[in-house]
Each structure stands twice: as structure tokens, then as C-alpha cells.
């Protein structure tokens, strides 16, 4: 197999495992959040849990059949190796990915990280978790 077609099969199996990644993360996300607003009296009871498990489990198992189909790969079909840092900086400026586009993708995921912390937060979620966190202490150490 030339280097070429190595490196054309590699590059499709990282975007298909990628893709797998963010399906798992979307998932999960949102079944968390369909939990937390429509669990009603006992949202993380073990019934409520495991309907929300079947749909999550498929992609996550997608997910970890592909990480271990990666590394058979790997052994299999061996990437060549960068033979320095400056070979890697070269690779990353031949796929044209600007820095103006990875600031700006940093950003978005800096947008939405605090959108979902401050929705935590005006939604209760942090007295939610104090109280927990006060509940676990105080039974552990057995002051209640």
C-alpha cells in the first residue's frame, strides 16, 4: 500500500471516528437534558436510567469499536511518522486550516460553555449541587 492511499485511508477512518465522537456527545447532552427538565418527582431512578441508556449506548459503542478499530489499523497500516516538530507545523499549515478559523472555533465552544454554565446556574443547579455536596459531607463525616 503507497503512502498516499495510507494516508487517504487514515484521514477517512480519523473524520468517521470524529463524527461518532460528536454524535456521542450530542447524545448524551441531550438526554441528560431531557432527563433533568422532564424527569418529574425522581428523575435518576433506575427505570428512567436505562430507558435513556439504550439510546445512548449505540453511538458510544460505535464510538469504542472505532477507537479499537483505530489502533488494529494502526498495526495493521502504520502511519509515517513526522521526523521533527518543524514536519508537524508544515503538515498543519498544508491543510489550510487557518488560525483565524481555530480562534474563532475556540470561541463558539467558550460561547456555549458559559451559555451552559449560566443556564445551570439561573436553573437551580448549583443550590442543587451545594445541597448534595452538603448532604454527602455531612453523612460521611457523620455529623448529621
Known amino acids: 500500500m503507497s503512502t498516499e492511499s495510507r494516508k487517504k485511508l487514515h484521514d477517512i477512518y480519523n473524520v468517521i471516528q470524529i463524527i461518532f465522537i460528536i454524535l456521542s456527545a450530542v447524545c448524551i447532552i441531550i438526554s441528560c437534558m431531557h432527563l433533568f427538565l422532564t424527569g418529574g418527582d ?34 495493521i497500516c502504520p502511519q509515517d511518522k513526522a521526523k521533527s516538530p518543524a514536519d508537524k507545523y508544515q503538515k498543519f499549515k498544508e491543510a489550510k486550516i487557518s488560525s483565524k478559523l481555530i ?21 437551580g443547579g448549583a443550590l442543587a449541587v451545594l445541597t448534595k455536596a452538603i448532604n454527602i459531607c455531612t453523612e460521611c463525616i457523620g455529623l448529621g
Open 103 to 123: 480562534t474563532i472555533l475556540r470561541i463558539c465552544v467558550f460561547a456555549v460553555s458559559i451559555g451552559f454554565i449560566t443556564y445551570g446556574f439561573f436553573s
Open 42 to 75: 425522581k428523575p435518576y431512578s433506575r427505570q428512567i436510567i436505562s430507558e435513556y441508556l439504550k439510546y445512548v449506548c449505540i453511538p458510544i459503542f460505535i464510538t469504542v469499536a472505532l477507537i479499537i478499530g483505530g489502533f488494529i489499523l494502526n498495526i
